[in-house]
């Protein structure tokens, strides 16, 4: 079966600027997870979508958007890029209680 | 306070040697546990999910002290492969990561 997938693998953008991210989760999952992790520290949860509805949302300015479609695949949109939201960016889909992450998305801020 | 407490180590161990890591954990009305593998420039992946009686998978086995708010994670005859960042994560209505231990296993 396919895992999580998620696009692109890597991005490279300039402040100011907006990113859409995309996932996939595995088949029959109906949960997505957003996550930021930055470099020695562990993820960071951003927000979670349950049957297109937001379930949960983390400490992260409205700078950050997301939305589940009927296919259950998700998209994570930053707006207004700065610096410091150089990361990688982790999607993770689940069914129950346990959850598995998508390879990421580097993104780089310069 | 952080939600997740974890020692960052880097714990350096020998072909064979046993390591424990321990994580503490602030919110006690936490239901979900789990232990979470990641290596290098990769994603986490799952390696076991916590329960109260506690849980063995081969080398690995995980404990959950409610009590005092802490879960652990046994690592016996430690592999060259084991070595990785191990992540504790605590759910009470949300993941929570700890920052991870660092684990690097020497022939």
């Known amino acids: 079966d396919a895992g999580v997938t998620q696009s692109p693998t890597h991005l490279i953008k300039t402040r100011g600027q907006q990113v859409t991210l995309r996932c996939s989760p595995i088949?029959?999952?109906?949960?997505v997870s957003w996550y930021q992790q930055v470099l020695g520290q562990g993820p960071q949860f951003i927000f979670q979508?349950?049957?297109?509805?937001?379930?949960g949302r983390g400490n992260f300015p409205d700078r950050f958007s997301a939305r589940q479609f009927p296919n259950y695949s998700s998209e994570l949109n930053v707006n207004a890029l700065l610096l410091g939201d150089s990361a990688l960016y982790l999607c993770?889909?689940?069914?129950?209680?346990?959850?598995?992450f998508g390879p990421g998305t580097r993104l780089t801020v310069t | 306070r952080k939600e997740v407490e974890q020692d960052p180590g880097p714990f350096n161990v020998p072909e064979g040697a046993t390591v424990a890591f321990n994580c503490t954990y602030s919110?006690?009305?936490?239901?979900?546990f789990f232990w979470y593998r990641q290596d290098c420039r990769k994603e986490p992946k799952l390696l076991m999910s916590?329960?109260?009686s506690g849980n063995e998978d081969g080398r690995f086995t995980a404990q959950l002290n409610r009590a005092s708010q802490y879960i652990s994670l046994l690592i016996r005859d430690s592999k060259l492969s084991d070595s990785a960042t191990y992540l504790c994560?605590?759910?009470?209505?949300?993941?929570?990561f700890g920052t991870g231990t660092s684990l690097t296993v020497i022939p």
């Open positions: 993770a889909s689940s069914l129950g209680y346990e959850q598995y």
């Open positions: 088949s029959g999952h109906k949960s």
């Open positions: 979508y349950y049957e297109k509805e937001e379930r």
């Open positions: 919110n006690s009305a936490s239901q979900s």
């Open positions: 916590v329960y109260s």
């Open positions: 994560v605590v759910n009470p209505e949300q993941f929570y």
